[in-house]
Structure formats: C-alpha cells, structure tokens
C-alpha cells in the first residue's frame, strides 16, 4: 500500500512538473511571437490582449495534453513517443487557437501569424527541456552502481540501441557499454546515446585490446548461425565471455531489458543453421488427435510435448515414473504446476498392466515414445536395468498400442543403434526391431523408430557437463580434440520426432540428415565464450 502511495505521489509530481513547464514554455512563446510579429516594437503590444490569451492556452494545453496521455507517466521523458504526442498536442492547440481567435472573438487580442510563431517556439522549448532532463537522467544513471566491466556491442541497429538504453538505466547491471561493431559501412560514424561505432565484426580482437574488454554482447537478434559462427571464432583470441539479446519476435513485444541480455543458446552452438520441418503437415497430422507421450517429464519427452501442445491436439497424456519430471513439463505447458490434470500419469512402462488400463481409458491414436534410460556409462555397469526399460518396456508399449489400435506409434531411438558396440546401442537396437516387426491390424497403422545423433542441451549432454564444470570454476574437460559427433539441439531433434511420425511408413527407422559431424573442442570453445549466465 505504501509503495502504490509513493508511485502515485511520483506520478503527480511528474506531472505537475511536466504541465507547469509546459505552461511557462507557451507564456514565454507567446510573448516571443507577439514581440516578433511587431518586429520589436513594443509599444504597439496590446499587453491586455496578452493576458487575456495565456488563460486560453494554459486551459487549452492541459486540455489536449491530457486527452493525449502527456501527463499521464506513459512514456519516458524525451522519449519519441512522448515528442510526438507532444507535436500532435500543439498542432490541435493551434488550429483551436486560431479558431477561437479567428471567429469567437470580436475583437482579435493577437495577430494570427503571432500564434504560428508560438505554437512553433513552444514545441522547441518543450522538447529541448525534455531532452536535456532525460539527458541529464540517463547521465546520473549511469554514474550510479559498480560499472567497472567494459562491453563491446557488436550490432548499431533496434536491439542495439535498446541494450545500451536498458544498461544506461540500470544502476546494477555493471556493465558500462564503450564501443559498436557494425559491419553495416553506412553506420561507421554513428553513435549510439554516446558510444561509437568503432569498426565492423572484422576488428572485433583488435578493438577487445584497444577498449579494455570485458565482455562482447551481440545485439543482432536476427543473425543466423552461419554468420554468427565466424564471430564466434574471431573471438577465440579474447577470452572474453560472450552475451546475447532475444531473438527478433521478442523485440516487438517489450523494450529489452538487462535481465534479457542472456548467454547463447544452445542452437547457436551448432554451427550450422537449425533444420526446418513442414510445419502445415505435422499440423494436420497432429490436430485434433489424443497424443501420448511417455517419458514426458525427460529433456526429448517434455519438449515433445511441448511442440504438440502447440498444434491443438484433442487430448495429450504425459505419462513418466518421475514425478517431479511431470511437474516441470505441466509448468512449461500450462503455466502451473498442480499436478489435477486427469491428463498427467505417473507409471512405469515396465508395468503391462498399469500401461494397458491407461491404453483402455485414454484410448490414445499417436503414441511418442521417449521413456528410455540412456547414460551409457551406467548401463554398462547395470545391463539389466537397460533390458527392463529399453527393451521390455518398449515391448509392452508396442502389445498394447497394437491391441488398442494405435494408428502412429513412434519410437526414440540413437545412432548408437546404427552398429551397437554398447548395452545402450545394443537395448535401443533391439527396439527398433520390435518397433519394425509389430504385426499390426490395418495399413493405416504406422509404427516407426526416430534415429538422432547426440542433442546438445538434453540431460547429460555434454552441454551440461561444460555447464556444471564453468559453474564449479573447473577447466572444461575433452578427451580428444579430434572427436567429432553429430549434434543437434532438442526443439530440432523434436521437430524431426514431429515430421517423421507424419511422413513415415510402417517400420522404417528414419534418420536425419544434419550435414557434418562437429567436433566437441569446437563446442567446446564456443561454450567457454558463452560461459556468462544472465546479467540481472
């Protein structure tokens, strides 16, 4: 209640400050103008008609810049925003003076070119004020708080622009933003609210050096990985972490803020663009439909469910034996974590009976199936573990998807299944076969397995171990620079899931095509520079 109180008394201070400025700026233009229009000569001034009018304005300025939002705290002081409405305000205050002085006054008290000259010389004084107060602002702002830490923006465009604004306004982001890189050559002698574009993305090591560094923000939303990923390396020389902005759809929703300013996401590790899927046929696939997905509380499971979410499917159970799996994914979904969706199934795919009456009463037409147990090293050391999920559990998945005629039942499997040296690779390999060799009742019935190499961001990923060993302060760990793999990231992998279960035919094991595999130092590098987690 006492924070409201202080909001409100700021708001009417603001405002009262902002209208008496307002009316001293018409009163001082108005005198201008008259004194103009006589060309000096002041005893021709009607000083009555002079006082007569300056009510008239006064009412007519709080009038319109009411009905305008001027003193309503919308916007920033100098913002362009409130400078338009400003320029909107006088324009209406001026054709109603004329008006007035035109045709309601018997006897006009001044000159009409007078109130042209003052209309013009009030917008001057009032935007100038608000520039030099928003100037004056933004400058004790940023002597405020620890901004010991020099930033190098890479980017002079909307989302560059918004970060220094968002840094400049707070006390405690610690950053203080000194140079701009731009390989745009009509931007090389701009400067943004004070800091200058220095060169483009070329100098970026050299301007590190030159500015004392202490860390790079790209501030290009829009950039694709292939472009970026050559920044990325001309940074290896710094080591400096690295910070992002949102991406471009974020920036029409709100102003960034320093909370956005974020490490690079998973995606952008990839070093490569991110593959596509036809979106209108995964629609049609999934929409209206009652999907299940098992595993749903894991990294592949939830964002499985995720995306499906997204295609309005009739119904979408999530089963997992992880309760607190479940909970995250409801929260992800549906913005709250209760746990009373009848939709939410906590059971084990080892149990038959338990899968079978969930079958019975759900009555699912798709079926995901991600519930596996997958960290190699531990499977080796309990093989038997690795048979009751993998195999068996998937076995028991398949009888009852078959028996209650599942029409699209799609199985998660890996590359390790390609040629299994491991009990991993050897437990999904025999899955797969199982998934290919289920006799089904119809040829509409369509019961495939999804191959995809090592998502980079899933749990255990490599991803997470670079992740955990940055936060403990440890060096990151590769046992060979020469080892490469496949990688995608897990909305990817997910998307593949999606597109595969819409174009598949019954027993195929489809496999995604992600171009070259990447070596785990690079990622590694690129990690190392990203290793900054959000500035708050």
Request: overall charge positive; some cysteine; charged content about 20%.
């Amino acid at each position: 209640m006492i924070k409201v109180q202080i909001n409100k008394f700021i708001a009417t201070k603001r405002t009262l400050i902002q209208a008496t400025y307002d009316i001293l700026a018409w009163v001082i233009a108005l005198f201008v103008g008259i004194v103009i229009r006589y060309n000096f000569q002041l005893h021709f001034v009607d000083w009555d008609a002079f006082i007569f009018v300056i009510p008239i304005l006064i009412l007519l300025q709080l009038s319109v810049g009411m009905l305008m939002g001027l003193y309503a705290g919308k916007w920033r002081f100098g913002s362009f925003e409130e400078v338009g409405s400003l320029g909107k305000s006088l324009i209406i205050i001026t054709i109603l003076a004329f008006l007035i002085d035109a045709t309601l006054m018997h006897v006009r008290p001044v000159p009409l070119g007078s109130i042209l000259i003052s209309a013009a010389l009030a917008f001057l004084v009032m935007a100038t004020g608000r520039w030099f107060w928003r100037a004056k602002t933004e400058k004790l702002l940023l002597s405020k708080g620890d901004r010991s830490k020099n930033l190098l923006i890479l980017g002079a465009g909307e989302a560059g622009y918004q970060v220094i604004s968002a840094i400049q306004r707070d006390p405690n982001c610690g950053y203080k933003p000194i140079a701009i890189l731009d390989d745009d050559r009509e931007k090389q002698n701009l400067q943004l609210m004070g800091v200058p574009v220095v060169g483009t993305t070329k100098d970026l090591e050299r301007s590190a050096n030159k500015f004392s560094a202490d860390a790079i923000l790209i501030a290009m939303p829009s950039i694709s990985v292939t472009d970026i990923t050559p920044i990325l390396e001309r940074a290896k020389a710094t080591s400096l972490p690295i910070l992002a902005v949102p991406q471009t759809s974020a920036l029409f929703h709100d102003a960034i803020d320093t909370f956005d300013i974020q490490n690079i996401n998973p995606e952008e590790l990839l070093g490569r663009e991110p593959i596509l899927i036809d979106d209108d046929q995964v629609k049609t696939f999934l929409t209206g439909k009652r999907v299940l997905v098992t595993g749903a509380g894991g990294s592949i499971g939830s964002e499985i469910a995720r995306q499906v979410a997204k295609y309005l499917p009739k119904e979408l159970i999530l089963i997992d034996r992880d309760e607190s799996g479940l909970l995250d994914t409801q929260l992800s979904i549906e913005g709250h974590g209760d746990l009373m969706s009848k939709s939410l199934v906590l059971v084990d795919i080892r149990d038959s009976e338990q899968i079978n009456s969930i079958f019975k009463n759900t009555k699912p037409e798709i079926v995901f199936h991600a519930a596996a147990l997958k960290h190699l090293t531990l499977l080796e050391r309990y093989p038997s573990e690795a048979w009751k999920t993998n195999v068996l559990g998937t076995l028991n998945l398949l009888k009852v998807a078959r028996n209650h005629s599942v029409s699209n039942f799609i199985n998660i499997s890996t590359d390790k299944a390609a040629d299994p040296t491991c009990v991993l690779g050897y437990s999904k390999r025999i899955a797969e076969r199982l998934t290919a060799g289920i006799i089904c009742g119809g040829d509409s019935e369509t019961y495939v397995s999804v191959r995809f190499g090592n998502v980079i961001g899933s749990r255990g990923s490599v991803l997470d171990i670079f992740k955990s060993q940055i936060k403990s302060g440890k060096p990151l760990t590769v046992t060979d620079e020469e080892v490469t793999r496949y990688i995608m990231s897990i909305p990817e992998a997910v998307r593949l899931v999606t597109q595969a279960a819409a174009i598949g035919r019954h027993g195929e094991v489809l496999v995604l095509d992600i171009g070259t595999p990447v070596k785990i130092y690079e990622v590694h590098i690129r990690r190392r520079r990203c290793k900054k987690t959000r500035t708050s």
